[in-house]
């Protein structure tokens, strides 16, 4: 079944940092398999220099794998070992690079990556780090799993989850990209069904929201429009004012970090 999608992304630099090291990219393209879109967002390092050089190269780099492998990979079949495959050679690639620049700067950088790929009745996702993939159709729920100290605690039993969301150490990241030699990503696939909502967002967007104001915002508003009746504009408009909504309302509750978002709205 052929899906069509519309997309909206936002990003602020908040209200402490001087520099948004956040990157993000978000495209829908025809192809002869029907829609296809593509989402990718990076966090660069909070606390180290030049994050958004980090976050800006991974993203360029996954723009060009976009650009010239994915006709390729769609027309052999598109498989998904092939698929992560090729995402898992591209991330060492540019943990690689970044690894490799650092060497003849004074500083350090390095950046979280989530990618999204939609294509038929399947998404495929890449993860390193603590930026988010939520899924949301009858109710919400967290695709990706924070790869950081505290959700490895949870894991483990040592720490409930409302621990952690407040912990000090919750922006400690056991994995990234552009700070180790080595970097083992996550991949997922999951299901594409008419009506759902996706949202990608890095921690900064979430910190101050909870799981009901992102379903309020980010899904139940739109599906209560009338999206059959409504252009393809008039609905990114609106998701592009429920995410700006979000973003105010984390910098109102004193988020500090920068914040930001994907949305995609699948409809038939």
């Not at 966090?43 to 650009?67: C, I, N, P, Q, Y």
């Not at 495959?85 to 979280?112: A, F, P, Q, R």
């Not at 759902?196 to 101050?208: Q, V």
């Not at 915002?217 to 609905?235: A, D, F, G, M």
């Amino acid at each position: 079944m052929s899906r069509h999608f519309v997309v909206a992304a936002q990003t602020d630099i908040g209200t402490v940092k001087t520099v948004n090291q956040d990157s993000l990219t978000v495209k829908v393209i025809e192809t002869v398999y029907g829609e296809v879109a593509f989402a990718v967002l990076c966090d660069g390092m909070g606390g180290l220099s030049l994050g958004e050089v980090a976050s800006g190269h991974t993203v360029k780099r996954f723009e060009m794998w976009f650009e010239t492998k994915l006709r390729d990979w769609l027309k052999a079949g598109m498989e998904e070992r092939a698929l992560f495959s090729g995402w898992n050679t591209l991330i060492h690639s540019c943990n690689e690079e970044i690894v490799h620049y650092e060497k003849h700067i004074d500083g350090y950088m390095g950046t979280t990556l989530l990618v999204l790929l939609m294509v038929g009745e399947y998404y495929f996702v890449a993860h390193v780090g603590d930026c988010r993939l939520y899924e949301m159709d009858h109710g919400i729920r967290q695709i990706t799993k924070d790869q950081t100290y505290v959700a490895r605690e949870v894991a483990l039993g040592h720490m409930t989850p409302e621990q952690a969301e407040t912990d000090e150490r919750r922006n400690v990241l056991l994995q990234c990209i552009g700070v180790n030699e080595t970097v083992k990503p996550d991949f997922l696939q999951g299901r594409v069904k008419s009506g759902m909502s996706l949202l990608l967002c890095s921690d900064g967007f979430r910190h101050m929201i909870s799981l009901q104001e992102l379903m309020q915002y980010c899904h139940v508003n739109l599906t209560e429009q009338r999206l059959e009746k409504e252009s393809r504009t008039e609905i990114n408009h609106a998701m592009n004012g429920q995410l700006q909504y979000l973003i105010e309302l984390n910098k109102n509750r004193n988020e500090r970090d920068n914040i930001s978002a994907i949305l995609i709205k699948v409809l038939d």
